[in-house]
């Protein structure tokens, strides 16, 4: 039997990759979500009490069993960065990042041998993608927990709020480039990725945007959307992006050597480099170290 701990499972390609996942045989499911059921536990990212809270229940329910797959899908974009958690950190940042940050770190020894990590991303954090939105001007936790206290932040709400969103993303390929220069995890041979799922329109990623902007998003996940598929690649359905994270998750593909980002081009898995920032060892290293600050744990 197959244990995965999963973030995201309950809106979009997270819901169908979920049900995927769910309904083999072979697999049991522990699905976090902030309206819990039979079958979810309660977990609220933006709280950094709930993530321990869940990892605490997700340890009760493992008993002596293990952790296979855990897979951080969970993510939000906001029109601004105005708000903040009851941790006092801003909260697109806060979601994407840090309390997913704090779960991987608790349920790291929970994690079986040759177990997999998986993190979704955004090729939105690489110039490259040309994807429209602000771009990470750096992963500087702190600044990204305190945008009050960054000098160089946007002074248009709007443009402020993609780029907390776009350099979160950012902060999941670098975690998961920390995550691979561990020696710990290499001795037990685990597997982290950092998967970009392309633009997926008509989920609810964009429910706290503005009306036009929801709008267009829902419009353009419907057949309305399909030409635009064609000429972008980067584009693709929820269907398509369920399915890859399935396989991911399932082990049924495998990343070529030295390659962690998985970015699903036009349905299909490819393994191109990250961004410039986002191979970078030292913004890893200091990611990893300054979250580890914020969400009270000691190294």
């Known amino acids: 039997m197959t244990t995965i701990v999963m973030t995201g499972g309950s809106s979009g390609f997270g819901a169908l990759a979920a049900q995927r996942l769910a309904h083999s045989s ?32 997700v340890r009760e329910l493992l008993g002596e069993s293990t952790i296979d797959v855990l897979i951080l899908n969970a993510g939000t974009i906001l029109p601004d960065i105005a708000g903040r958690t009851a941790d006092g950190y801003e909260t697109c940042f806060a979601v994407n990042h840090l309390g997913h940050y704090l779960l991987l770190r608790l349920l790291l020894p929970s994690l079986a041998e040759h177990g997999r990590i998986l993190l979704t991303t955004s090729g939105t954090h690489d110039p490259a993608t040309g994807a429209g939105l602000a771009l990470p001007r750096h992963a500087d936790a702190e600044l990204l927990a305190h945008p009050d206290r960054d000098p160089g932040r946007a002074p248009k709400a709007r443009t402020a709020g993609q780029h907390a969103y776009t350099a979160s993303k950012l902060c999941a390929v670098l975690t998961v480039r920390a995550l691979n220069a561990n020696p710990d995890i290499r001795s037990r041979h685990l597997i982290a990725l950092a998967y970009d799922p392309g633009q997926v329109f008509g989920t609810g990623l964009a429910r706290d945007l503005a009306l036009p902007l929801r709008i267009a ?57 990250p961004s410039e920032m986002a191979r970078r060892d030292d913004l890893a290293a200091a990611l990893w170290d300054d979250s580890a600050r914020l969400v009270g744990l000691a190294d």
């Open 217 to 273: 998003w829902s419009v353009l996940g419907t057949p309305v959307g399909a030409p635009l598929r064609r000429f972008n690649r980067n584009l693709n359905t929820p269907a398509a992006a369920a399915n890859a994270l399935a396989e991911l998750a399932r082990g049924t593909v495998t990343p070529p050597p030295g390659r962690s980002y998985a970015a699903l081009r036009r349905g299909e898995i490819t393994w191109p480099d």
């Open 26 to 57: 072979d697999i049991r499911l522990i699905a976090g979500e902030r309206s819990p059921s039979a079958d979810a536990v309660g977990l609220d990212l933006a709280s950094l009490e709930s993530v321990r809270v869940f990892a605490a229940a």
